[in-house]
Protein backbone atom coordinates (compact mmCIF):
# COMPACT_ATOMS: atom_id res chain seq x y z
CA UNK A 1 0.00 0.00 0.00
CA UNK A 2 1.30 3.41 -0.70
CA UNK A 3 2.61 5.82 2.19
CA UNK A 4 1.66 9.02 -0.64
CA UNK A 5 -1.06 10.78 1.20
CA UNK A 6 -4.74 10.31 -1.17
CA UNK A 7 -6.40 13.49 -2.05
CA UNK A 8 -9.88 12.81 -2.82
CA UNK A 9 -11.94 15.74 -4.56
CA UNK A 10 -13.07 17.20 -7.94
CA UNK A 11 -10.43 17.45 -10.97
CA UNK A 12 -10.08 21.40 -10.26
CA UNK A 13 -9.15 23.93 -7.32
CA UNK A 14 -11.76 24.63 -5.26
CA UNK A 15 -11.48 23.70 -1.36
CA UNK A 16 -8.24 21.17 -2.24
CA UNK A 17 -5.91 23.45 -4.05
CA UNK A 18 -4.17 25.26 -1.09
CA UNK A 19 -3.93 21.55 0.07
CA UNK A 20 -1.51 20.83 -2.92
CA UNK A 21 0.07 23.56 -2.55
CA UNK A 22 1.18 22.81 0.78
CA UNK A 23 2.06 19.52 0.12
CA UNK A 24 4.06 20.83 -3.08
CA UNK A 25 5.83 23.11 -1.32
CA UNK A 26 6.72 20.34 1.61
CA UNK A 27 8.23 18.29 -1.64
CA UNK A 28 5.36 15.49 -0.42
CA UNK A 29 4.47 13.76 -3.19
CA UNK A 30 0.48 12.58 -3.08
CA UNK A 31 -2.12 10.81 -5.25
CA UNK A 32 -5.54 11.86 -6.09
CA UNK A 33 -8.80 10.43 -6.87
CA UNK A 34 -11.46 13.01 -8.94
CA UNK A 35 -14.77 12.52 -8.41
CA UNK A 36 -17.49 13.05 -11.49
CA UNK A 37 -20.36 11.57 -10.20
CA UNK A 38 -22.99 12.10 -6.88
CA UNK A 39 -22.77 8.01 -6.96
CA UNK A 40 -19.30 8.34 -6.34
CA UNK A 41 -20.05 11.37 -3.31
CA UNK A 42 -22.72 9.71 -1.75
CA UNK A 43 -20.71 6.45 -1.80
CA UNK A 44 -17.77 8.33 0.23
CA UNK A 45 -20.83 9.05 2.95
CA UNK A 46 -22.10 5.69 3.32
CA UNK A 47 -18.93 4.26 4.04
CA UNK A 48 -18.32 6.85 6.69
CA UNK A 49 -15.26 8.51 4.87
CA UNK A 50 -16.86 12.01 5.12
CA UNK A 51 -17.58 12.88 8.90
CA UNK A 52 -19.81 15.92 8.07
CA UNK A 53 -20.43 14.72 4.71
CA UNK A 54 -18.20 17.34 2.97
CA UNK A 55 -15.11 17.62 0.63
CA UNK A 56 -12.44 17.84 0.26
CA UNK A 57 -10.98 14.40 1.91
CA UNK A 58 -7.63 13.57 2.42
CA UNK A 59 -6.43 10.28 3.49
CA UNK A 60 -2.76 10.73 5.36
CA UNK A 61 -0.78 8.83 8.00
CA UNK A 62 -4.02 6.18 8.37
CA UNK A 63 -6.45 8.72 9.05
CA UNK A 64 -9.37 10.17 6.83
CA UNK A 65 -9.16 13.91 7.03
CA UNK A 66 -11.64 16.25 6.31
CA UNK A 67 -12.15 20.41 6.74
CA UNK A 68 -9.43 22.12 4.88
CA UNK A 69 -8.41 24.11 7.99
CA UNK A 70 -7.66 20.92 10.03
CA UNK A 71 -6.02 18.99 7.21
CA UNK A 72 -3.77 22.26 6.32
CA UNK A 73 -2.66 22.67 10.03
CA UNK A 74 -2.04 18.70 10.16
CA UNK A 75 0.16 18.91 7.06
CA UNK A 76 2.04 22.76 8.24
CA UNK A 77 2.84 20.81 11.50
CA UNK A 78 4.49 17.56 9.95
CA UNK A 79 6.30 19.17 8.35
CA UNK A 80 7.98 21.97 10.34
CA UNK A 81 6.11 25.24 8.41
CA UNK A 82 3.93 26.21 11.44
CA UNK A 83 6.50 28.68 13.13
CA UNK A 84 8.77 27.78 16.06
CA UNK A 85 6.67 28.40 18.81
CA UNK A 86 3.30 29.34 20.19
CA UNK A 87 3.33 32.96 18.84
CA UNK A 88 4.49 32.23 15.41
CA UNK A 89 2.03 30.22 15.04
CA UNK A 90 -0.65 32.41 16.21
CA UNK A 91 0.57 34.73 13.40
CA UNK A 92 0.45 32.71 11.01
CA UNK A 93 -2.82 31.74 11.86
CA UNK A 94 -4.23 35.25 11.03
CA UNK A 95 -2.15 35.38 7.98
CA UNK A 96 -3.75 32.41 7.19
CA UNK A 97 -6.98 33.19 8.01
CA UNK A 98 -6.76 36.36 6.12
CA UNK A 99 -5.58 34.99 3.31
CA UNK A 100 -8.30 32.41 2.94
CA UNK A 101 -11.08 35.40 2.77
CA UNK A 102 -9.42 36.64 -0.22
CA UNK A 103 -9.32 33.00 -1.43
CA UNK A 104 -12.81 32.05 -0.79
CA UNK A 105 -13.89 34.84 -2.91
CA UNK A 106 -11.86 33.90 -5.67
CA UNK A 107 -12.89 30.09 -5.32
CA UNK A 108 -16.65 30.98 -5.69
CA UNK A 109 -16.34 33.66 -8.18
CA UNK A 110 -16.81 30.73 -10.83
CA UNK A 111 -20.21 29.95 -9.37
CA UNK A 112 -21.71 33.59 -9.37
CA UNK A 113 -24.92 34.41 -11.25
CA UNK A 114 -23.74 36.39 -14.18
CA UNK A 115 -25.70 39.36 -12.98
CA UNK A 116 -23.05 39.67 -9.76
CA UNK A 117 -19.79 38.61 -11.86
CA UNK A 118 -18.74 42.05 -12.91
CA UNK A 119 -19.16 43.72 -9.21
CA UNK A 120 -17.83 40.03 -7.44
CA UNK A 121 -14.69 40.96 -9.80
CA UNK A 122 -14.38 44.60 -8.77
CA UNK A 123 -14.92 43.54 -4.65
CA UNK A 124 -12.02 40.81 -5.46
CA UNK A 125 -9.72 43.55 -6.96
CA UNK A 126 -10.71 46.05 -4.26
CA UNK A 127 -10.34 44.20 -1.16
CA UNK A 128 -6.77 42.22 -2.43
CA UNK A 129 -5.53 45.71 -2.86
CA UNK A 130 -6.85 47.89 -0.19
CA UNK A 131 -7.31 44.84 2.93
CA UNK A 132 -5.01 42.54 2.25
CA UNK A 133 -2.22 43.24 0.16
CA UNK A 134 -0.95 46.47 1.83
CA UNK A 135 -1.03 44.45 4.80
CA UNK A 136 1.44 41.67 3.87
CA UNK A 137 3.60 45.16 2.01
CA UNK A 138 3.75 46.41 5.32
CA UNK A 139 4.57 42.90 6.68
CA UNK A 140 7.53 41.79 4.33
CA UNK A 141 9.23 45.36 4.66
CA UNK A 142 8.86 45.74 8.48
CA UNK A 143 10.11 42.47 9.16
CA UNK A 144 12.89 42.86 6.25
CA UNK A 145 13.47 39.15 5.88
CA UNK A 146 12.37 36.26 2.98
CA UNK A 147 9.38 34.81 4.47
CA UNK A 148 6.37 36.43 6.27
CA UNK A 149 7.20 34.93 9.86
CA UNK A 150 10.65 34.18 11.60
CA UNK A 151 13.20 33.87 8.81
CA UNK A 152 11.89 30.78 7.41
CA UNK A 153 9.23 29.36 4.90
CA UNK A 154 5.86 28.48 6.49
CA UNK A 155 2.38 27.76 5.63
CA UNK A 156 1.72 31.60 5.61
CA UNK A 157 3.93 32.00 2.91
CA UNK A 158 2.94 29.30 0.62
CA UNK A 159 -0.83 30.51 0.97
CA UNK A 160 0.61 34.16 -0.05
CA UNK A 161 2.22 33.05 -3.10
CA UNK A 162 -1.36 31.08 -4.20
CA UNK A 163 -3.29 34.20 -3.49
CA UNK A 164 -0.87 36.33 -5.64
CA UNK A 165 -0.87 34.30 -8.67
CA UNK A 166 -4.64 33.75 -8.80
CA UNK A 167 -5.38 37.47 -8.26
CA UNK A 168 -3.09 38.15 -11.07
CA UNK A 169 -4.75 35.54 -13.11
CA UNK A 170 -7.64 37.87 -13.47
CA UNK A 171 -5.87 41.17 -12.58
CA UNK A 172 -2.03 40.95 -14.10
CA UNK A 173 -0.88 44.64 -12.93
CA UNK A 174 -2.07 43.81 -9.53
CA UNK A 175 0.80 44.12 -7.97
CA UNK A 176 2.54 47.58 -9.71
CA UNK A 177 2.25 48.85 -6.18
CA UNK A 178 3.53 46.42 -4.23
CA UNK A 179 7.44 46.01 -4.70
CA UNK A 180 7.93 44.03 -1.36
CA UNK A 181 5.56 41.20 -2.67
CA UNK A 182 7.05 41.37 -6.25
CA UNK A 183 10.48 40.46 -4.65
CA UNK A 184 7.97 37.52 -2.73
CA UNK A 185 6.67 36.10 -5.91
CA UNK A 186 9.99 36.04 -7.47
CA UNK A 187 11.42 34.32 -4.55
CA UNK A 188 9.18 32.33 -3.61
CA UNK A 189 8.55 31.26 -7.34
CA UNK A 190 12.21 30.04 -7.73
CA UNK A 191 12.00 28.07 -4.53
CA UNK A 192 12.54 24.64 -6.05
CA UNK A 193 9.96 22.71 -4.74
CA UNK A 194 7.03 25.31 -5.82
CA UNK A 195 8.83 26.09 -8.95
CA UNK A 196 9.02 22.61 -9.83
CA UNK A 197 4.61 23.17 -8.59
CA UNK A 198 4.01 25.77 -10.95
CA UNK A 199 5.34 23.65 -14.33
CA UNK A 200 3.35 22.30 -16.93
CA UNK A 201 1.98 19.06 -16.14
CA UNK A 202 2.34 19.43 -12.01
CA UNK A 203 -0.54 18.28 -9.65
CA UNK A 204 -1.44 22.05 -9.87
CA UNK A 205 -5.11 22.33 -11.42
CA UNK A 206 -5.84 25.02 -14.07
CA UNK A 207 -8.39 28.05 -13.48
CA UNK A 208 -11.48 26.82 -13.05
CA UNK A 209 -14.27 26.38 -16.30
CA UNK A 210 -17.85 25.96 -16.98
CA UNK A 211 -16.84 21.94 -16.80
CA UNK A 212 -16.03 22.06 -13.51
CA UNK A 213 -18.14 24.10 -12.16
CA UNK A 214 -20.72 21.89 -13.84
CA UNK A 215 -18.91 18.78 -12.77
CA UNK A 216 -19.27 20.39 -8.83
CA UNK A 217 -23.11 21.19 -9.52
CA UNK A 218 -24.29 18.06 -10.30
CA UNK A 219 -21.94 16.12 -7.37
CA UNK A 220 -22.94 17.95 -4.63
Request: aromatic share 10%; hydrophobic share 45%.
Amino acid sequence: MSGKPKLIYFNGRGRMEPIRWLLAAAGVEFEEIFLDTREEYLKLIKDGSLMFHQLPLVEIDGMKMVQTRAILSYIAGKYNLYGKDLKERALIDMYVEAITDLTNMIMMFPFSPPAAKEKNLALIMERATHRYFPVFEKALKQHGQDFLVGNKLSWADVQLIEAILAVEEKFPAVLSGFPQLQAFKTRMSNMPAIKKFLQPGSPRKSPPDDRYVATVLKVL
